[in-house]
């Protein structure tokens, strides 16, 4: 069986370090693997219109925004399909197909979508689109066969559903759909990046994000004003690590070597932890080495958004190739779902045989 990439993000705004230490990064790495036969990656603006269907002027700007962000981060149109949901048509029919296997109860139950809804204030007048949006997820993820899912720890839920939905689909009509597996950061603390304000999500919606596209000064305005540990408030005072964004974010970020050219006073992280703890170092000396190690990561992703923003005609003739060539992928699938479904009555020579028999009398 080949070995086949689906993933993507919501164009709703600029991507942040959320996406990329949750699976932008890990999408670079996957697809310099060579390991995989197919990388797909979508710009999921259908999915984003769900909760912005007032507002589509946002999601189209956006489209080129997201662009941007992947490119400058290393994914590469010569390797990687990177293609606009809405061009798939083929897409909302599977969704249409598939939505007959999902009870209303399983969806309710889906911890993702109750999460999302409770923030978007949805609980009493929850869009149809958005409350069914983990079937157009396996839409998505089927249309492709795919069979590896880059995603962080909160969208698990999603992936188990797209599983139930392709495990029933094959029960019930034979076996047609790939089951997907999902693969998670391998880092721990990329998980789930936290905001800048310490809440549990780092979210466009919060304002508690750093932008991939975010200048020097900007970054630095918002490193500097870090959540860390509300009871270290002297230097001398012993502080927590647990809960604390700073140390998250070092966790996801340094290496070794950063210790080396921008904190030599130490020889790693354990040993910059052990001190805060005990007391003795202030939030401003760890702020600056994460802000070192940040800008280490960032400056040559903002190098390269700044030459591709001089050819935007380019980054749009990208993503109608991309469409294209998936589009051509879904059809396929799509064919193959209707065949197994029972509904390809143009195509069934068989079928239409038999009808014909059927109604013609003997001699």
Not at 122 to 142: L, M
């Amino acid at each position: 069986m080949k070995k086949i990439i689906l993933t993507g993000d919501r164009p709703t705004g600029k991507l942040h370090l959320g996406h990329y230490v949750g699976s932008l990064k890990r999408r670079v790495e996957l697809q310099d693997s060579g390991k995989f036969d197919k990388v797909n990656i979508m710009i999921a603006d259908a999915q984003a219109l769900t909760d912005n269907a007032d507002n589509p002027e946002k999601v189209r700007q956006n489209i080129i925004e997201v662009a941007l962000d992947y490119m400058s981060c290393g994914l590469d149109p010569e390797r990687s399909t990177i293609f606009i949901q809405s061009q798939i048509s083929e897409l909302t029919e599977l969704t249409f197909f598939y939505s007959n296997l999902v009870t209303v109860s399983r969806l309710q139950r889906n911890p993702t979508v109750k999460t999302e809804i409770k923030m978007r204030n949805f609980e009493t007048s929850i869009p149809v689109g958005f409350f069914t949006y983990p079937i157009s997820q396996a839409a998505d993820i089927t249309a492709f066969d795919a069979t590896t899912v880059p995603a962080g720890e909160d969208q698990m839920p999603m992936i188990e559903q797209t599983r139930e939905i392709v495990n029933k689909f094959n029960t019930v009509y034979g076996e047609a759909l790939v089951l997907p597996e999902i693969l998670l950061p391998t880092n721990q603390a990329c998980l789930r990046l936290p905001g800048t304000d310490g809440k549990a999500k780092m979210s466009k919606s919060l304002g508690n994000c750093i932008y991939l596209s975010d200048d020097s000064d900007t970054v630095k305005k918002k490193v500097m004003g870090m959540y860390t540990d509300p009871d270290h408030i002297k230097i001398t005072d012993p502080g927590k690590i647990e809960g604390n964004t700073v140390f998250t974010y070092l966790d996801a970020f340094s290496r070794p070597e950063h210790f080396s050219a921008f904190l030599p006073d130490y020889v790693g992280l354990d040993e910059l932890k052990d001190h805060y703890k005990k007391g003795g170092l202030g939030d401003v000396k760890v702020k600056k080495f994460l802000l070192a190690v940040l800008e280490e990561e960032l400056t040559p992703i903002r190098a390269r958004r700044k030459e591709l923003e001089k050819d935007i005609p380019y980054i749009y003739d990208v993503l109608k190739k991309g469409s294209d060539d998936a589009r051509e992928t879904a059809a396929a699938t799509l064919s193959r779902v209707k065949a197994a479904m029972r509904i390809n009555y143009f195509d069934d020579k068989e079928l239409i045989k038999a009808q014909s028999e059927k109604y013609t009398p003997a001699e």
